[in-house]
């Protein structure tokens, strides 16, 4: 019986999906389960970018969902204080399996992104190519595309408003 | 044996179910929105999966457009969220019981 290097790639880090979600739903700090879906949303980048091939929406991923939307979520954790003391002993082993799930997926991300299996990433993969996404983004969805910019100019200035005590 | 459609469909609605599993158990609100993240997210696993599948971009523009959405509404429920703990003292679901019947 032949074993795909592949699937047993899938499967493991379908498996790191799964258990970050896991950690958001059970973990009991809302940190922590702030910092899982970070995880959640990293290793879906990798799928991304390793099992289809997708670079760009790999990026976007990690740009729009690490780096904007999840700020939003830990700075508003952070700024109202909650149930301080609930975070000490119970999670202790917790926290060494992420360490180590981290040391995990830094190398599974320096092998992959390093090079010296590239031909093996590429003869795997066979993604749509950017110049199809922005062909699709300028022609077809052009209205839903500005539409969105509209969308997300709105809601700025309705959190501001919503967020402001007195305009 | 390789990596088809169905396992990228079992993996996406495992995740679809369990961002609304937590929807459905935590009492944090924003632990809630976590979660509501976690359905998106399993949402657009399905979409590129798709996209790679029949092999055209329209999925991946999709997903484009899922994010730009989900950021929306991070900003607009942060917002809410901080006027909600602003006024009842805390972001408890429990809290949120004036229209309650």
Same mark, same amino acid.
């Given at each position: ?141 052009i209205l839903v595309f500005e539409l969105v910019s509209v969308l997300i100019f709105v809601a700025a200035l309705g959190a501001v408003a919503l967020a402001k005590k007195k305009l | 044996m390789g990596v088809g459609l169905f396992q990228y469909t079992v993996l996406s609605v495992l995740v679809f179910l369990l961002g609304a599993l937590g929807l459905m158990v935590r009492k944090n609100t924003i632990v809630m929105?976590?979660?509501?993240? !976690? ?6 696993? !399905?979409?590129?999966? !798709? ?51």
């Amino acid at each position: 019986m032949v074993i795909n290097l592949w699937y047993v790639f899938f499967l493991f880090l379908a498996v790191l999906i799964l258990l970050s979600a896991l950690g958001v739903v059970f973990l009991k700090n809302p940190v922590y389960s702030a910092l899982s879906l970070l995880a959640n949303l990293c290793i879906t980048a990798v799928v991304y970018l390793a099992l289809m091939g997708s670079p760009f929406i790999a990026m976007l991923q990690i740009i729009v969902y690490a780096g904007a939307i999840m700020v939003f979520f830990l700075f508003v954790l952070m700024l109202m204080n909650l149930k301080k003391g609930e975070y000490e002993d119970r999670m202790a082993p917790w926290r060494f399996l992420f360490g180590l799930g981290a040391v995990v997926l830094f190398v599974i991300q320096v092998v992959v992104l390093g090079g010296e299996w590239k031909g093996w990433v590429k003869g795997g993969t066979h993604g749509v190519s950017i110049g199809e996404i922005s062909h699709l983004i300028f022609t077809r969805y052009i209205l839903v595309f500005e539409l969105v910019s509209v969308l997300i100019f709105v809601a700025a200035l309705g959190a501001v408003a919503l967020a402001k005590k007195k305009l | 044996m390789g990596v088809g459609l169905f396992q990228y469909t079992v993996l996406s609605v495992l995740v679809f179910l369990l961002g609304a599993l937590g929807l459905m158990v935590r009492k944090n609100t924003i632990v809630m929105f976590l979660c509501l993240e !976690l359905m998106l997210n399993g949402v657009n696993i !399905l979409f590129m999966a !798709l996209s790679r599948h029949m092999g055209n971009a329209e999925g991946q523009v999709i997903v484009l457009f899922v994010m730009a959405v989900a950021a929306a509404e991070a900003a607009i429920g942060m917002a809410v969220i901080t006027t909600f703990y602003r006024n009842r003292g805390g972001v408890d679901v429990g809290r949120a019981h004036l229209m309650k019947w």
